[in-house]
């Protein structure tokens, strides 16, 4: 008997509806300007269902450890707006908070952008750069976005359903269907809006009510991440041209793969050459940290841009900038000279230093900062002066500076 009821609580669970005069649900349905009518709509019963077998399964984000970081930051953003708190579930929606998702049309980041829109909203997207990855860029352009939606059509629903399927699409519909009333728009047999806009709208609002549930939140332990006002883990801080990501991630001795789930906007790894100043985030617990350890001096004139011109080959650039072909070919991964025409700046490196140079050591496989140390007679201290990025664990190849 004990089996049996423990196969049937988890499909009890799953089937479970809600209240339609709970005043929770009711709020919910509020803020996103829809009438209390709509909690009977069996087409949101059955998304809610679906949403809540997810969720019991995986929770609400991709992983929790994503929406520790993710959740207080978007919340922490929508708070300074004039959304309601409940649109953190269109990030939901979107991408379940896995940064570094893609759509099969080509939309990208928290907020899913397509690469037209995102620029169409101030997000900078090149060889370097994919701002539609910044995740807090990202999020300021989704909430400018969506409330000059709002102010289009009156409506947060409105909003919601243009953020999916473009306004154009959206004022069409309305006008075929005579009214604004969200079940005439997302009923299927009328097919106003595509299916997709229909599915969108219900997927928001039903993870929207998933998380008014407290009982819900206690099974799947999300309770303190909804119902509690959270500060926005991540801070920014700007950093010059050229900044590469391991170094930061040497400073903060963290690892680089958590410092790149912040920066999944930096495509190379490092801040884009052509801004003197380039947003970085780190995590707010490394503020201080940061500010002790990190310094810029050694750092300038990492590599310049060359805009390519007519007769421009590789070999001329190599005798120009004294680098060599293979390193201009590296750097903006091009195979051969034909790739040239394809690059309107190639990024060019300089004053890298040499390990011929006197100065400089190349580690071997095994070596440590302390062995190097021994074999130039130098303290570690001496060594971390002239090499504030350096950890203690050598990678072979690895360039350390020995003197100025």
Aim: glycine share 4%.
């Amino acid at each position: 008997m004990k089996a049996i009821l423990a196969l049937l609580v988890p499909l009890w669970l799953f089937a479970v509806g809600f209240d339609l005069n709970d005043p929770k649900k009711i709020e919910v349905l509020r803020h996103f300007d829809i009438p209390a009518s709509f909690l009977s709509d069996p087409y949101l019963h059955d998304i809610y269902a679906k949403k809540r077998r997810e969720c019991t399964l995986n929770g609400f984000a991709d992983s929790e450890e994503n929406a520790d970081i993710f959740i207080p930051m978007l919340s922490s953003l929508i708070a300074q707006s004039d959304l309601p708190s409940e649109f953190l579930f269109v990030a939901m929606a979107e991408s379940r908070l896995r940064v570094g998702t893609s759509s099969s049309r080509g939309a990208a980041g928290l907020w899913q952008f397509m690469e037209q829109t995102g620029k169409l909203h101030g997000l900078h997207i090149d060889q370097y750069v994919d701002e539609r990855r910044d995740h807090i860029k990202s999020t300021r352009a989704a909430i400018a976005y969506l409330s000059s939606l709002k102010k289009q059509f009156g409506k947060w629903y409105l909003a919601l359903i243009a953020y999916n399927c473009g306004d154009g699409r959206l004022n069409r519909a309305i006008r075929k269907a005579g009214t604004t009333d969200l079940k005439v728009l997302a009923d299927p047999k009328r097919s106003y809006i595509p299916p997709e806009s229909r599915n969108y709208i219900r997927s928001v609002v039903a993870l929207a009510l998933l998380a008014s549930d407290d009982v819900f939140l206690s099974q799947i332990q999300y309770d303190s991440a909804f119902t509690t006002a959270q500060e926005n883990p991540i801070a920014t801080v700007y950093l010059p041209e050229g900044e590469d990501i391991d170094r930061i991630a040497a400073v903060l001795e963290m690892p680089k793969k958590k410092l790149v789930k912040l920066n999944t906007h930096l495509k190379k790894g490092v801040t884009p050459p052509n801004e003197e100043s380039y947003p970085v985030y780190i995590p707010k617990a490394k503020v201080d940290e940061f500010r002790q350890k990190y310094r810029t001096h050694a750092l300038k004139g990492y590599f310049l841009m060359h805009r390519v011109k007519s007769g421009d080959t590789l070999s001329r650039l190599s005798t120009r900038y004294n680098i060599s072909e293979s390193a201009i070919m590296t750097e903006n991964m091009i195979a051969d000279e034909n790739d040239l025409d394809t690059k309107r700046y190639l990024k060019i490196p300089v004053n890298r230093p040499s390990n011929k140079q006197v100065g400089f050591h190349k580690a071997r496989k095994g070596e440590t900062l302390a062995s190097v140390a021994t074999l130039y007679n130098l303290t570690i201290d001496q060594i971390k002066a002239n090499n504030p990025f350096v950890s203690n664990t050598l990678k072979e190849g690895q360039e350390v500076k020995i003197d100025d």
